[in-house]
């Protein structure tokens, strides 16, 4: 059975300084970045991994004030794992629009590249959302690995650039292809 852990995205408030933003918590603290989460300038990103896309799209579109988004550390051979960006803080252009793009690579167990996966949309041509929420990237990796692919642990690198402010940053996630049982 996979470890299922819950992400409280709630907990984790866009923090609006005159200059810079991050991750804080309920009560304010500055939350340090992570290899999965980070922030530059007004930028926030958090990289998630599910093995229940249905339930966090459902989770994600439900009104509420919090949202809990499954992740997945493990994921059975021909089962499949998602991975989605999380973020606030886009800069826009003259036409109020942002400009959010990504290139993901994918590395399996014995470091060799598994996929490089072509420039996608995080959030492009679209204003901000409202009142700093959190949105989630329009595009996003899904991966099954095969019959006659490698077990072990897979490396998930996006690099997140915006392209109006030239802010970018590099998420790291990880997760772990068994057999099937």
């Known amino acids: 059975m996979n470890r299922i852990k819950y992400v409280l995205l709630t907990c984790f408030l866009l923090f609006t300084a005159s200059l810079n933003a991050g991750w804080v918590d309920k009560q304010g603290n500055q939350v340090p970045d992570s290899d999965d989460m980070k922030s530059v300038g007004k930028l926030i990103a958090h990289q998630i991994i599910t093995d229940n896309e249905a339930e966090a799209l459902k989770n994600w579109e439900t009104p509420s004030e919090t949202v809990y988004l499954p992740t997945a550390e493990q994921i059975e051979r021909n089962k499949i794992i998602t991975a989605f960006i999380v973020f606030a803080g886009c800069s826009v252009d003259t036409k109020g629009h942002c400009d959010l793009r990504m290139q993901i690579t994918v590395y399996q167990p014995d470091g060799a590249i598994y996929a490089n996966i072509p420039i996608a949309e995080v959030w492009a041509g679209k204003p901000p959302l409202p009142n700093n929420n959190l949105g989630l990237s329009?595009?996003?990796?899904r991966i099954r690995i095969e019959p006659d692919e490698q077990l072990g642990k897979y490396q998930i690198d996006t690099k997140v650039v915006d392209k109006i402010?030239?802010?970018?940053?590099?998420l790291t996630s990880y997760f772990t292809a068994i057999e099937a049982k």
């Open 138 to 141: 329009v595009d996003y990796l």
């Open 165 to 170: 402010s030239g802010n970018n940053m590099l």
